[in-house]
C-alpha cells in the first residue's frame, strides 16, 4: 500500500501569522482553495512530493484528534525533521525562521551525529534542520 501524500497537522493560534511565517518567513509554497481571508483552506504547504504541512486552528484541533487535549505552547509532542543539503543551508534556514518571528532552540553547528540546527516556530512547534539525513 502506498500513503502519499502524508500530511502532518499542527495547532496554530493566528492563520494570518502563521501563514506569514511559512510562506514569508520559510518561503514554503501554500497549496488550495482560497478561503475569503485570502489564505488557503485547508492551509497547507507542499513540503515536497510526498509531504504537506497542514495548520489547523487550536479550536479546532480538537475536533481532528477527538477532542483530545492540545499540548500547551512550549510543550512539544514531536519534533519535525528536515534536511537543508549542507552547513549553510542549515544556517540560513534557521535564521530565516529567526528573521519571520520563531525562536532558536538549539544554535547550528555540529553535534555527534551531523551538523544540525533547530527553531521553533510561532505556536512552538519544534523544527530540526540537519544538513544531511540522519543515519
Known amino acids: 500500500m502506498k500513503i502519499s501524500p502524508v500530511i502532518v497537522g499542527l495547532p496554530i493560534a493566528d492563520r494570518r501569522k502563521s501563514f506569514d511565517f511559512y510562506a514569508a518567513g520559510l ?3 501554500p497549496v488550495g482553495e482560497i478561503a475569503e481571508d485570502g489564505l488557503s483552506e485547508p492551509l497547507q ?3 515536497n512530493d510526498g ?3 497542514m495548520l489547523i486552528p487550536t479550536e479546532g484541533f480538537g ?5 483530545r487535549a492540545v499540548a ?6 514531536c519534533v519535525i525533521s528536515i534536511t537543508a543539503g549542507s552547513e549553510s543551508g542549515v544556517d540560513e534556514l534557521v535564521k ?3 528573521q ?4 532558536i532552540v538549539s544554535e547550528p553547528g555540529q553535534k555527534p551525529w551531523g551538523y544540525v540546527g ?5 505556536d512552538g512547534h519544534v523544527w530540526q534542520v540537519t544538513a544531511d539525513w540522519l543515519p
Open 45 to 47: 504547504f507542499q513540503l
Open 96 to 98: 530565516k525562521a529567526v
Open 27 to 29: 518561503g514554503l509554497l
Open 100 to 103: 519571520a518571528g520563531g525562536e
Open 118 to 122: 533547530a527553531f521553533a516556530d510561532l
Open 63 to 67: 475536533w481532528v484528534v477527538g477532542n
Open 72 to 77: 500547551q505552547s512550549g510543550h512539544s509532542e
Open 51 to 53: 509531504l504537506r504541512l
